[in-house]
T-cell receptor
Framework: KQEVTQIPAALSVPEGENLVLNCSFTDSAIYNLQWFRQDPGKGLTSLLL?????REQTSGRLNASLDKSSGRSTLYIAASQPGDSATYLCAVRLVWSGGFKTIFGAGTRLFVKA | EAGVAQSPRYKIIEKRQSVAFWCNPI?????LYWYQQILGQGPKLLIQ????????DSQLPKDRFSAERLKGVDSTLKIQPAKLEDSAVYLCASSRNRPNTEAFFGQGTRLTVV
């Protein structure tokens, strides 16, 4: 059974700091891994999608890496800003009963202090 | 490309009442998901449709929850009767039926059961 774990559960940093969020999964047979941002009371906004054949993806100040063999992904946020405060969720996509399924971690709640 | 539409955005009901949520996926997306997100947790998959057939409903509390996807497009999720622990955000997502593709999420419906 695939399990997705995110560490830390919560993180508070001063503005300008570089930070790393971690995601681990138990089954390496995934198709892709996706990082989402969720603001309080809102839906999910996709940040980065890494295909299983890729090692990393970059978008602006965000960089996500994927190591399938060790079952790990990291989301690196450079020069953090108060506007980055949100919950960050990682999700893995895998084969399931003839279709595909997306399983989420519990998320990391990030607070960036001005 | 229009996103995933959900309604209502918010709903407050008393326990033992019934409630229904509606989702319109992105056009052409064969796969539709309903997730339940309890405060402080990651989204949990309730049910997954492939066109109008159910692929996975293993975590759906079938004694009170039901879902349908008529004609393989729109979907409704119903709870009857509701319990206090059903208070959560209900997220609908859709994707193409391909392995290396991403899921797109709606804004969610926040349900409060009092």
């Amino acid at each position: 059974k695939q399990e997705v774990t995110q560490i830390p559960a919560a993180l508070s940093v001063p503005e300008g700091e570089n930070l790393v969020l971690n995601c681990s999964f138990t089954d390496s047979a995934i198709y892709n891994l996706q990082w989402f941002r969720q603001d309080p009371g809102k839906g999910l906004t996709s940040l980065l999608l890494i295909q299983s054949s890729q090692r990393e993806q970059t978008s602006g100040r965000l960089n996500a890496s994927l190591d399938k063999s060790s079952g790990r992904s990291t989301l690196y946020i450079a020069a953090s800003q108060p506007g980055d405060s949100a919950t960050y969720l990682c999700a893995v996509r895998l084969v399931w009963s003839g279709g595909f399924k997306t399983i989420f971690g519990a998320g990391t709640r990030l607070f960036v202090k001005a | 490309e229009a996103g995933v539409a959900q309604s209502p955005r918010y709903k407050i009901i008393e326990k033992r009442q019934s409630v229904a949520f509606w989702c319109n996926p992105i056009s052409g997306h064969a796969t539709l998901y309903w997730y339940q997100q309890i405060l402080g947790q990651g989204p949990k998959l309730l049910i997954q449709f492939q066109n109008n057939g159910v692929v996975d409903d293993s975590q759906l509390p079938k004694d009170r929850f039901s879902a349908e996807r008529l004609k393989g497009v729109d979907s409704t999720l119903k709870i009857q009767p509701a319990k206090l622990e059903d208070s959560a955000v209900y997220l609908c997502a859709s994707s193409r039926n391909r392995p290396n593709t991403e899921a797109f999420f709606g804004q969610g419906t926040r349900l409060t059961v009092v």
